[in-house]
């Protein structure tokens, strides 16, 4: 999925997101464009799989699944 911080959010916030996948560039950015705003709850990744492409890495994640809770 791509579509920046605001939409990626949304779907994790309603548990809507299996995977992750992110590649990381060698590049050290003084400022930037966040991955996801301020107040994001933490998420529990599995890591899957790593592959290189040159200087890039991508991390493939899954995400883990909580059980709902009974009232």
Not at 19 to 28: F, N, R, S
Not at 39 to 54: C, D, M
């Amino acid at each position: 999925m791509v579509g920046g911080g605001e939409l990626i959010y949304s779907f994790l916030e309603q548990h809507l997101i299996d995977e992750i996948i992110v590649t990381m560039a060698p590049i050290l950015l003084g400022e930037g464009i966040p991955l996801f705003k301020p107040g994001f709850s933490p998420v529990e990744l599995i890591l899957q799989q790593t592959k290189t492409y040159g200087q890039f890495v991508e991390l493939h994640y899954n995400v883990k699944k909580y059980k709902k809770r009974a009232l």
